[in-house]
């Protein structure tokens, strides 16, 4: 901005104010800007990842280098061709760096610049075009330190500060057709990305944020120049319109000597000039400065300035620079000099660098350290501007929940800037599906309702009342909806019992948070509530008192939903008199060795105290001793260290009736432990304790039949036996039964253990492992391992939880843990 160019006068109609000037909001200054970097362009370009990027798809993860190139118009990178190829950081602190290598007078030169915000490479005329898409404030970042020296004063950092503000709003859409709003030169303003050695103008910045210049409550084009020589200048002197708060008057802080400069040219050189600039054809010839046309403005600027030519057929012509024109027809600093001829050549002395309209930089860094402040610097180079701050059209954006419960209202709510006219626009997205979306009005909260379980983005737009923009101002915040619990199977044990004998009643349920849920359990008989229990767990037991009818009502309840309860179920039992099945130790006796073909109650009694241990699996008991029965006491006789003959004699006998003892007592409630091996069909009271203990453990997460191994007990061990690195067989072997006692006792891990919930945007050794495992599963896609939850963690959990039934909220809590432990823990053991 420095240099001469040609400037269409800010467009005012696209700024929209209220009836007072510091409750005015601009659209264009809440949405990114983009810089097309020409300085950088360059069929090569070196690209470098200081934090982790989304390209194309996939994320690079922070330290990664990539070659781009370009060819038939369509760029390179990593052996593919693209349209255009654009980099997306995951944090608004990352920067990416380009490195460019130039040629200059037959030597090699660099280019290295670090960029903040998004960066789209595409082609521009065999070259690639990188476009920065940054805010605002972080583009300022890199115009302040390159227009005016990080090194001057605080104050006159400041005043450039908010001249440059002025200047990028002023000029925004300058660039459309080429695809971007701003370039990164002189032809603009000079950008140079992010570096933090620049505090001082970083400072800058930062502390007049979003401050502007106004006139007439409408921000002006604050243009600026390295010096003005010591005389301000009327913008009416430079280019054709007057413009008020640009006038022309003395600047007695602008006088530093290293911006006088002498230039001495002979005709012949002046010749050259005026030629390479086009000012004369090839075949004219430069004959003389008329020194008599010179006239000049009350600065002491150039306002006319005449040549003398001689045409090539011998005319004689006259050429006349006036305003702008004469600083630029001879490449001058400014128009603020005198000429002389002496010696057969013009003498140019003048003062001062560039337009000499508004701010002087070299007058601004005197002013400072004379003690000014940026406010009285600008009101000095600006006659009859206010300084302004641009107010947000959206103070603050909320959501009252981050986790709701599908069928749950949740209120999200925007608070509108102090003396804005404000409309607000409320959309609700589920992944990619817009699934609300409302009008503008002034209400400024909406409740919604979802409907299915997912991730929901809220999107709020606002505009002032007044204004023709799509918005003016827009803010987002996400929320995740999990489905309700919802009781599927009620079932309480023993079946048949008595009084005095407790009865456990078990709640299966799906759905629900990460929160967990909470039950109630009330037990009403002849119409009276004898009992109401709140608890955590979905197993509840009690002892009834006398017989009669029992009625159960299950109650389950979320931890974040705001009702009484999201579902409950009801199971009747029935406490009869002898009902309890009689106890003994030698529930088997018989007078007779059994074997293969004989029948008789023996038999029966036999095959049903063999369906008890488990491993009679008929349906049903007959009194013939045939394939089956005998099948049953040979397994019987093997697992028991017997000879395996299928005879029954009175070493079996003694054996069945001890397991049979075994069955009858219970084992400790601290901890795990079982006389025998535990398999599916067996029956006892150490497989209700079994499945305690996995249900302690968060392996048993469905109702529990109390004394019997069946399917859903079996799935569990093995669950079990999976996350702890054993043979998944589903049998409770005495290394199993040790492992689940130590795991109670908390001396035992799982092969994956987390001590928070993982999602993305955090760190650490817990998402590195996650990672590792995960790529073992063929669900981490990324060739290298990190410590960083970024997208592509997040998709890799999304996917794994889709294909194991989990709600695929991308976030890994104890259900995800478990089932990545009962999946894929061995393959980690195994590794490492």
Same mark, same amino acid.
């Given at each position: 901005?420095?240099?001469?160019?040609?400037?269409?006068?800010?467009?005012?109609?696209?700024? @929209?104010?209220?009836?007072?000037?510091?409750?005015?909001?601009?659209?264009?200054?809440?949405?990114?800007?983009?810089?097309?970097?020409?300085?950088?362009?360059?069929?090569? =370009?070196?690209?470098?990842?200081?934090?982790?990027?989304?390209?194309?798809?996939?994320?690079?993860?922070?330290?990664?280098?990539?070659?781009?190139?370009?060819?038939?118009?369509?760029?390179?990178?990593?052996?593919?061709?693209?349209?255009?190829?654009?980099?997306?950081?995951?944090?608004?602190?990352?920067?990416?760096?380009?490195?460019?290598?130039?040629?200059?007078?037959?030597?090699?030169?660099?280019?290295?610049?670090?960029?903040?915000?998004?960066? &789209?490479?595409?082609?521009?005329?065999?070259? =690639?075009?990188?476009?920065?898409?940054?805010?605002?404030? $972080?583009?300022?970042?890199?115009?302040?330190?390159?227009?005016?020296?990080?090194?001057?004063?605080?104050?006159?950092?400041?005043?450039?500060?908010?001249?440059?503000?002025?200047?990028?709003? *002023?000029?925004?859409?300058?660039?459309?057709?080429?695809?971007?709003?701003?370039?990164?030169?002189?032809?603009?303003?000079?950008?140079?990305?992010?570096?933090?050695?620049?505090?001082?103008?970083?400072? #800058?910045?930062?502390?007049?944020?979003?401050?502007?210049?106004?006139?007439?409550?409408?921000?002006?084009?604050?243009?600026?120049?390295?010096?003005?020589?010591?005389?301000?200048?009327?913008?009416?002197?430079?280019?054709?319109?007057?413009?008020?708060?640009?006038?022309? +008057?003395?600047?007695?802080?602008?006088?530093?000597?290293?911006?006088?400069?002498?230039?001495?040219?002979?005709?012949?050189?002046?010749?050259?000039?005026?030629?390479?600039?086009?000012?004369?054809?090839?075949?004219?010839?430069?004959?003389?400065?008329?020194?008599?046309?010179?006239?000049?403005?009350?600065?002491?600027?150039?306002?006319?300035?005449?040549?003398?030519?001689?045409?090539?057929?011998?005319?004689?012509?006259?050429?006349?620079?006036? +305003?702008?024109?004469?600083?630029?027809?001879?490449?001058?600093?400014?128009?603020?000099?005198? &000429?002389?001829?002496?010696?057969?050549?013009?003498?140019?002395?003048?003062?001062?660098?560039?337009?000499?309209?508004?701010?002087?930089?070299?007058?601004?860094?005197?002013?400072?350290?004379?003690?000014?402040?940026?406010?009285?610097?600008?009101?000095?180079?600006?006659?009859?501007?206010?300084?302004?701050?641009?107010?947000? @059209?959206?103070?603050?954006?909320?959501?009252?929940?981050?986790?709701?419960?599908?069928?749950?209202?949740?209120?999200?709510?925007?608070?509108?800037?102090?003396?804005?006219?404000?409309?607000?626009?409320?959309? &609700?997205?589920?992944?990619?599906?817009?699934?609300?979306?409302?009008?503008?009005?002034?209400?400024?909260?909406?409740?919604?309702?979802?409907?299915?379980?997912?991730?929901?983005?809220?999107?709020?737009?606002?505009?002032?009342?007044?204004?023709?923009?799509?918005?003016?101002?827009?803010?987002?915040?996400?929320?995740?909806?999990?489905?309700?619990?919802?009781?599927?199977?009620?079932?309480?044990?023993?079946?048949?019992?008595? =009084? +005095?004998?407790?009865?456990?009643?078990?709640?299966?349920?799906?759905?629900?948070?990460?929160?967990?849920?909470?039950?109630?359990?009330?037990?009403?008989?002849?119409?009276?509530?004898?009992? *109401?229990?709140?608890?955590?767990?979905? @197993?509840?037991?009690?002892?009834? $008192?006398?017989?009669?009818?029992?009625?159960?009502?299950?109650?389950?309840?979320?931890?974040?939903?705001?009702?009484?309860?999201?579902?409950?179920?009801?199971?009747?039992?029935?406490?009869?008199?002898?009902?309890?099945?009689?106890?003994?130790?030698?529930?088997?006796?018989?007078?007779?060795?059994?074997?293969?073909?004989?029948?008789?109650?023996?038999?029966? #009694?036999?095959?049903?105290?063999?369906?008890?241990?488990?491993?009679? +699996?008929?349906?049903?008991?007959?009194?013939?001793?045939?394939?089956?029965?005998?099948?049953?006491?040979?397994?019987?006789?093997?697992?028991?260290?017997?000879?395996?003959?299928?005879?029954?004699?009175?070493?079996?006998?003694?054996?069945?009736?001890?397991?049979?003892?075994?069955?009858?007592?219970?084992?400790?409630?601290?901890?795990?432990?079982?006389?025998?091996?535990?398999?599916?069909?067996?029956?006892?009271?150490?497989?209700?304790?079994?499945?305690?203990?996995?249900?302690?453990?968060?392996?048993?997460?469905?109702?529990?039949?109390?004394?019997?191994?069946?399917?859903?007990?079996?799935? #569990?061990?093995?669950?079990?036996?999976?996350?702890?690195?054993?043979?998944?067989?589903?049998?409770?072997?005495?290394?199993?039964?040790?492992?689940?006692?130590?795991?109670?006792?908390?001396?035992?891990?799982?092969?994956?253990?987390?001590?928070?919930?993982?999602?993305?945007? @955090?760190?650490?050794?817990?998402?590195?492992?996650?990672?590792?495992?995960?790529?073992?599963?063929?669900?981490?896609?990324?060739?290298?391992?990190?410590?960083?939850?970024?997208?592509?963690?997040?998709?890799?959990?999304?996917?794994?939880?889709?294909?194991?039934?989990?709600?695929?909220?991308?976030?890994?809590?104890?259900?995800?843990?478990?089932?990545?432990?009962?999946?894929?823990?061995?393959?980690?053991? =195994?590794?490492?």
């Amino acid at each position: 901005m420095k240099k001469s160019f040609l400037i269409i006068f800010a467009v005012f109609s696209l700024f @929209v104010f209220s009836s007072k000037a510091y409750a005015y909001t601009y659209s264009g200054y809440f949405k990114d800007i983009r810089i097309g970097l020409e300085n950088m362009a360059s069929s090569r =370009i070196d690209v470098s990842l200081n934090g982790s990027y989304r390209v194309e798809g996939s994320v690079l993860q922070s330290g990664t280098s990539i070659t781009l190139t370009i060819s038939g118009g369509r760029i390179y990178m990593n052996g593919k061709q693209y349209n255009y190829i654009t980099f997306e950081p995951e944090s608004d602190d990352n920067t990416l760096k380009l490195r460019v290598v130039y040629s200059l007078w037959g030597r090699n030169y660099i280019k290295e610049y670090s960029y903040k915000g998004s960066m &789209v490479f595409r082609d521009n005329g065999g070259k =690639i075009l990188p476009v920065n898409i940054i805010s605002i404030e $972080e583009y300022l970042k890199g115009v302040v330190p390159f227009e005016m020296s990080n090194s001057y004063p605080l104050e006159a950092l400041k005043a450039q500060a908010v001249a440059a503000r002025n200047y990028a709003l *002023s000029n925004l859409g300058k660039h459309e057709k080429d695809g971007y709003d701003l370039d990164d030169t002189t032809h603009c303003q000079v950008y140079r990305g992010y570096n933090p050695y620049y505090k001082n103008a970083i400072k #800058a910045v930062e502390d007049t944020r979003g401050r502007v210049l106004l006139y007439n409550n409408k921000p002006i084009s604050a243009y600026f120049s390295a010096s003005n020589g010591g005389y301000t200048e009327a913008c009416e002197n430079v280019w054709l319109q007057r413009i008020p708060y640009l006038k022309a +008057k003395p600047d007695i802080y602008d006088n530093d000597d290293n911006y006088n400069w002498k230039a001495v040219y002979s005709p012949a050189e002046i010749d050259k000039k005026l030629k390479d600039r086009r000012y004369l054809s090839k075949s004219s010839t430069f004959e003389r400065i008329d020194l008599q046309s010179i006239r000049t403005y009350e600065s002491g600027r150039i306002s006319n300035i005449d040549i003398i030519y001689r045409t090539s057929s011998g005319k004689t012509g006259r050429m006349s620079f006036s +305003k702008e024109r004469a600083r630029i027809f001879l490449g001058f600093n400014s128009s603020m000099y005198k &000429v002389s001829y002496s010696g057969g050549k013009y003498i140019f002395d003048g003062k001062g660098s560039g337009h000499g309209l508004g701010l002087s930089q070299i007058g601004a860094r005197e002013r400072a350290r004379a003690g000014q402040t940026y406010d009285r610097i600008l009101a000095f180079y600006y006659d009859g501007t206010v300084l302004e701050s641009i107010k947000p @059209v959206i103070k603050s954006f909320s959501i009252e929940r981050d986790k709701v419960i599908a069928g749950e209202e949740v209120k999200f709510t925007a608070e509108k800037s102090e003396g804005s006219s404000a409309l607000f626009k409320f959309v &609700v997205k589920r992944g990619e599906t817009t699934v609300y979306s409302g009008d503008y009005r002034e209400a400024s909260s909406l409740s919604y309702t979802p409907k299915e379980s997912g991730y929901y983005k809220v999107f709020l737009y606002g505009k002032d009342k007044n204004s023709k923009e799509e918005y003016d101002d827009v803010k987002s915040s996400g929320f995740t909806v999990f489905a309700p619990p919802e009781i599927t199977k009620l079932s309480f044990s023993p079946e048949k019992t008595d =009084i +005095k004998k407790p009865i456990t009643v078990n709640a299966e349920i799906r759905g629900g948070s990460t929160a967990g849920v909470d039950y109630r359990f009330d037990v009403i008989k002849d119409g009276k509530k004898m009992i *109401s229990k709140a608890m955590q767990s979905p @197993v509840f037991q009690f002892t009834p $008192e006398g017989y009669g009818k029992y009625h159960i009502v299950v109650y389950v309840k979320d931890r974040i939903s705001l009702k009484d309860s999201n579902d409950s179920e009801e199971i009747s039992i029935n406490v009869e008199k002898g009902a309890e099945v009689p106890k003994g130790g030698a529930a088997l006796s018989i007078s007779r060795n059994l074997s293969y073909g004989m029948v008789g109650s023996d038999v029966k #009694a036999l095959q049903e105290a063999l369906k008890k241990l488990g491993v009679f +699996k008929f349906g049903s008991t007959t009194n013939y001793f045939g394939v089956i029965t005998r099948a049953a006491v040979i397994t019987f006789q093997g697992t028991h260290g017997l000879t395996p003959n299928g005879v029954v004699d009175g070493k079996t006998v003694e054996k069945i009736n001890s397991e049979l003892l075994k069955l009858q007592t219970p084992t400790s409630g601290g901890s795990f432990s079982t006389g025998r091996t535990l398999q599916m069909g067996m029956k006892g009271d150490d497989v209700n304790e079994l499945q305690k203990a996995l249900k302690k453990l968060g392996y048993f997460n469905y109702f529990i039949t109390t004394k019997y191994f069946g399917s859903v007990t079996k799935s #569990a061990v093995i669950s079990f036996q999976k996350a702890y690195g054993l043979t998944a067989n589903g049998v409770v072997d005495s290394k199993t039964a040790e492992s689940i006692d130590m795991a109670l006792e908390g001396k035992l891990k799982p092969a994956f253990n987390i001590s928070r919930i993982l999602k993305k945007g @955090v760190k650490g050794e817990e998402v590195r492992e996650l990672q590792s495992i995960l790529k073992r599963m063929g669900y981490f896609k990324y060739p290298f391992i990190t410590n960083y939850y970024g997208v592509i963690t997040e998709n890799a959990v999304i996917a794994f939880q889709k294909d194991n039934g989990l709600v695929p909220d991308g976030m890994v809590g104890n259900l995800t843990v478990k089932k990545i432990n009962e999946l894929g823990a061995s393959l980690l053991r =195994i590794e490492n």
